[in-house]
T-cell receptor
Framework: GAGVSQTPSNKVTEKGKYVELRCDPI?????LYWYRQSLGQGPEFLIY????????DSGLPNDRFFAVRPEGSVSTLKIQRTERGDSAVYLC?????????FGQGTRLTVV | GENVEQHPSTLSVQEGDSAVIKCTYS??????FPWYKQELGKGPQLIID?????GEKKDQRIAVTLNKTAKHFSLHITETQPEDSAVYFC???????????FGKGTRLSVIA
C-alpha cells in the first residue's frame, strides 16, 4: 500500500477485556516496529520484527502484551486482561533500511 | 542503551522567525538521527534525517546539524509558517534496523 495502515483508529474496551490491534506495513518492508505513545510523551519502543520473527521484544511491559507477524507482512499486537494504564496511542512503523514510516496509530482507551 | 534528551519542551515563535530544537544522545555508536513532525491525531512523519558522516543537511526551510564530539544535534526551521505548528521529535539509532529511541518532543507554536 501507499503507507502504513493501522486498524482500528480508535478502540474503547472495558478493563479486563482482550484487544487486538492490526498493522499493515508498507509493501516490501521487512522491518516492523510497535511503539506506545502516552499523552505528551515520545513514542516508546515495544517490539521489533525482522521478517516473521521478533528480533527484539525488550520493550513489552509484561506478559499481557504479545505480537505476531506470521507471514512477514501484517502484524497484530495483542493485549490480554487490559488495564486502564494500557490506555495510549499504539503506533506501528515499517522500514527497509534506516528510514522508518509510521501509521496514524490506534488510540486505545480502557474504561 | 541509548538515551535521547530534547529541549525545549515547548516553543512559541512569531511567523517568519526561526525555530531551533536541540537534542543530545548518550551512545557514541549511534549513527542515524531522524526528525519527525507529529500533528494532532496523526502518526509521526519523517521530515529530515542526518547520518554521522555529515555535519549538516538542508531541505528547503529545514536544516539539521550534528556535532558528534558533543553528541548533540539540532533542527532549524527558518521562515516559520503557521502550518509548522506541531510536535517535533528527535530520535537516534545505531543503523541497521534497530528500534528508534525518541526524545520527549517539542511542541512548536507559530503565531501568525
Amino acid at each position: 500500500g501507499a503507507g502504513v495502515s493501522q486498524t482500528p483508529s480508535n478502540k474503547v474496551t472495558e478493563k479486563g477485556k482482550y484487544v487486538e490491534l492490526r498493522c499493515d506495513p508498507i509493501s516490501g518492508h521487512t522491518a516492523l516496529y510497535w511503539y506506545r505513545q502516552s499523552l505528551g510523551q515520545g513514542p516508546e519502543f515495544l517490539i521489533y520484527f525482522q521478517g516473521t520473527g521478533a528480533a527484539d521484544d525488550s520493550g513489552l511491559p509484561n506478559d499481557r502484551f504479545f505480537a505476531v507477524r506470521p507471514e512477514g507482512s501484517v502484524s497484530t499486537l495483542k493485549i490480554q486482561r487490559t488495564e486502564r494504564g494500557d490506555s495510549a496511542v499504539y503506533l506501528c512503523a515499517s522500514s527497509q533500511g534506516d528510514e522508518a514510516f509510521f501509521g496514524q496509530g490506534t488510540r486505545l482507551t480502557v474504561v | 542503551g541509548e538515551n535521547v534528551e530534547q529541549h525545549p519542551s515547548t516553543l512559541s515563535v512569531q511567523e517568519g522567525d526561526s525555530a531551533v530544537i536541540k537534542c543530545t544522545y548518550s551512545d557514541s555508536a549511534s549513527n542515524y538521527f531522524p526528525w519527525y513532525k507529529q500533528e494532532l491525531g496523526k502518526g509521526p512523519q519523517l521530515i529530515i534525517d542526518i547520518r554521522s558522516n555529515v555535519g549538516e543537511k538542508k531541505d528547503q526551510r529545514i536544516a539539521v546539524t550534528l556535532n558528534k564530539t558533543a553528541k548533540h544535534f539540532s533542527l532549524h526551521i527558518t521562515e516559520t509558517q503557521p502550518e509548522d505548528s506541531a510536535v517535533y521529535f528527535c530520535a537516534a539509532i545505531l543503523s541497521g534496523n534497530t528500534p528508534l529511541v525518541f526524545g520527549k518532543g517539542t511542541r512548536l507554536s507559530v503565531i501568525a
